[in-house]
């Protein structure tokens, strides 16, 4: 069953939509899961959202989307599933969708899905996303699967570690989840105020930073993130400076922080999966 985005509200296939809480408009937050392949990220997306689910393609890529929509307490998410990536460093489409999305689409929270089997090759990239938001929460995966190889891992120290907090979970039996989603809300408001761990380059090194960030800020005023911005371009992205420049970076921004043109013109509505 699909439907165009721009259905009426009182259209008879809008109002099944939202009977069933498919309808993403009108939420008090945005929620972005982030994650590697094979981390049980989208396990944990069917789990939370259940029939309230969307499928896609990200405006211009081919790269499939999924969102949804979950209720917590008095408040309504939106719950979008981005690609499985190892890297924000944009070496591909998915990369690229899941880095700007955060960059610039400034979800209000983040969850970064880690498997409890293979933490430290997860933190590679729990580890960018930290530099781009303070609003995370980390939810490691696949306890059951660690505890059955003999696998330990001390949710408190990684989280006084990382500087956000971490969640263990189970998204297939869905242990833990709502303790995951107490941790999200507490974010989102800004009742929890966190700590993200993130690395400080040399004195020169912040000095050019902070002498780019103004010369950005006169091509792209009012740019989120644009010290990450900066610090592509000291690293020399070629990329990156070209959108700069070209001014398709601030067209990014604006196609991202509009909802409405976030989403294809058409979406499928399905259960989990």
Known sequence: MSTPSSACETCPVHTEMARLGAVTTGVDAEVALAGNPNTGKSTLFNAVTGLRQHTG???????????????????????????????????????EVARNFLLFGRPDCTIVVMDASAVERNLYLA???????????????????????????????????????????????????????????????????????????????ERAVQELLPLIDAVAPGLPNARWVAIRLLDGDAAVEAALTSG??????????????????????QGAQ
Do not use: C, H
């Not at 408190?156 to 869905?174: K, N």
């Open 57 to 95: 393609n990200w405006p211009g890529k081919t790269v499939t989307r999924a969102e949804g929509a979950f209720q917590f307490g008095s408040r309504r998410y939106k719950l979008v599933d981005l690609p499985g990536t190892y890297s924000l460093l944009s070496a591909s489409q998915d990369e």
């Open 127 to 205: 580890l960018q996303v930290l530099e781009i938001t303070d609003r995370v929460v980390v939810a490691v995966n696949l306890m059951d699967e660690a505890a059955r190889r003999g696998i330990e891992v001390d949710v408190r120290s990684l989280s006084r570690d990382l500087g956000v907090p971490v969640v263990p979970i189970v998204a297939r039996t869905g242990e833990n989840v709502m303790a995951l989603l107490t941790a999200v809300a507490d974010v989102a408001s800004g009742e929890t105020r966190t700590t993200p761990l993130r690395s400080t380059g040399t004195p020169e090194f």
């Open 248 to 269: 398709e970076l601030a067209s990014l921004v604006a196609r991202q922080q509009q909802p409405d043109r976030r989403f294809s013109d058409r979406i499928a509505l």
